[in-house]
């Protein structure tokens, strides 16, 4: 089953959006608190993405994307975020959230973004790849994991699948359109900003010193490459 945890603590909005997940084959899991929320996830472990409003009445969404991420969970996150609260896309994904929906949005922009991060965490078409080897990283498609100097860099999806896409491509420039539609898929209508700020993310914890990067380097009015 195709579990999904709703996080948001007006009614209208949750009744709204699980309603819409149900009619799509999803199993919703909901919650109104970021404490209800916490202990969901405790009885669910099979829960494979999280919706989680930023504005709730005891805590907020980011506090619970942080737990999600410090307990090693690799479930796919989505923000929910209002329309004015720029900083809180940025603030969610530097986090550990894959992506962010803005209200008010329609049934149809969610459950895209929905179906998409789902296939990514699925990982379905990884698992007969051979491993990439790139100087001091080894990445496992099978396992869908990356290990530097032998150790493990803990990884959210989409990071991984941005990885992946750099070290399949060693040396050559990528747009941020391109990593757009490779990563977040053709039907992705979010903003690019969304690369940035996970570039950012991933130079934090695969760059010798993330100011300075070595591996993830910047092509400027155009994109992104992984070495040189």
């Not at 949750?14 to 819409?20: L, T």
């Not at 608190?33 to 999280?50: F, Q, R, S, Y």
């Not at 008010?104 to 969610?110: Q, R, T």
């Not at 973004?113 to 007969?128: F, I, N, Q, S, T």
């Amino acid at each position: 089953m195709k579990k999904i945890l709703v996080l948001e603590d007006e009614n209208a909005i949750r009744s709204f959006v699980v309603i819409n997940l149900r009619r799509s084959g999803y199993e919703p899991i909901e919650a109104s608190t970021g404490e209800e929320a916490l202990k969901l996830l405790e009885e669910n472990d099979d829960i494979c993405v999280a919706l989680l409003d930023v504005m709730l009445p005891d805590t907020d969404g980011f506090e619970v994307c942080r737990h999600i991420r410090a307990s090693g969970s690799r479930m796919g996150i989505i923000m929910l975020t209002a329309l004015s609260q720029e900083m809180d896309k940025v603030t969610g994904l530097m986090t550990g959230a894959d992506d962010y929906v803005t209200k008010p949005f329609s049934p149809a922009e969610l459950l895209a973004r929905v179906d998409a991060l789902y296939r990514r965490v699925r990982g379905v078409m990884d698992g007969d790849e051979d491993d990439i080897v790139s100087g001091p990283f080894v990445l496992s498609p099978r396992n869908r994991t990356l290990d530097k100097n032998g150790e493990r860099v803990r990884l959210t999806q989409t990071e991984y699948s941005i990885i992946k896409l750099f070290m399949e491509n060693p040396g050559r420039a990528l747009s941020r359109e391109e990593i757009l539609e490779n990563v977040w898929g053709p039907e992705y209508k979010g903003d690019l900003k969304i690369v940035d700020v996970n570039i950012r993310r991933l130079r934090m914890k695969v760059e010798d010193t993330a100011t300075m990067p070595e591996y993830i380097t910047t092509i400027w009015g155009y994109g992104y490459k992984w070495g040189s």
